[in-house]
């Protein structure tokens, strides 16, 4: 357990529906991270959040957006899906920015299947 | 927009050879770091590298930076079938969006035992 928490672990839906993604970051980590891993893309970032406020935003479709709660879990909405959007969805979590050695603590993923 | 470009794609080897996979960028790096993600799993933090030149060890793995900060290597000594899986570089930029790690492809590493 790597103490990112994400749910559900596996979606599947239709196209043109509209789903959200949890994520729970690590305690006592303010920046959260998603990103996106196709077989072909590798790991795309999509949008980080540091302490409820967005900070760096990647290539994320106008169709997703995303935002950081107050108690730090995030929430990845993605909307009128579409089939290429099926994928393994990631939230990874870190203290903050660029202090330390510390690197990206990743949640197991949820995979979305679009069908 | 800025790459990290990481060869070969994949590989296999032998159980007992040796292994490298290689992280190439365009432009200078403030620092990079390593992952792995095992088959089915999520990617785990190995190392982040800093310095111009820095080589780092753990175990059987060797890490360096190079000298301009525009590459880097993993090199694993004497595969083992618990090194399987998919190894990635990722690179921060200077002047980057804070936190911002720009992953390359990642290379898959089997092992035949």
């Known amino acids: 357990d790597s103490g990112v928490t994400q749910t559900p672990k596996h979606l599947i839906t239709a196209t043109g529906q509209r789903v959200t993604l949890r994520c729970s970051p690590r305690?006592?980590?303010?920046?959260v991270y998603w990103y996106q891993q196709s077989l072909d893309q590798g790991l795309q970032f999509l949008i980080q959040?540091?302490?409820?406020?967005?900070?760096a935003k990647g290539n994320i479709l106008e169709r997703f957006s995303a935002q950081q709660f107050p108690d730090l879990h995030s929430e990845l909405n993605l909307s009128s899906l579409e089939l290429g959007d099926s994928a393994l969805y990631f939230c990874?979590?870190?203290?903050?920015?660029?202090?330390?050695?510390?690197?990206?603590?990743f949640g197991s993923g949820t995979r979305l299947t679009v069908v | 927009g800025q790459q990290v470009m990481q060869i070969p794609q994949y590989q296999h080897v032998q159980e007992g050879e040796d292994f490298t996979t290689y992280c190439n960028s365009s432009?200078?790096?403030?620092?990079i770091q390593w992952y792995k993600q095992r088959p089915g799993g999520h990617p785990v933090f190995l190392i982040q590298?800093?310095?111009?030149?820095e080589v780092k060890k753990q175990k059987r793995l060797t890490f360096q930076f190079g000298e301009a900060k525009k590459n880097s290597s993993l090199h694993i000594t004497a595969t083992q079938t618990t090194d399987v899986g998919t190894y990635f570089c990722?690179?921060?930029?200077?002047?980057?969006?804070?936190?911002?790690?720009?992953f390359g492809k990642g290379t898959k590493l089997s092992v035949k035992p």
């Open positions: 990874a979590s870190s203290v903050g920015g660029d202090r330390g050695p510390y690197g990206y603590t």
């Open positions: 305690s006592g980590d303010l920046s």
């Open positions: 959040y540091y302490n409820g406020e967005e900070r």
């Open positions: 432009t200078t790096l403030s620092n």
């Open positions: 590298l800093v310095k111009s030149g």
């Open positions: 990722a690179g921060r930029y200077y002047g980057g969006s804070q936190g911002n790690l720009i």
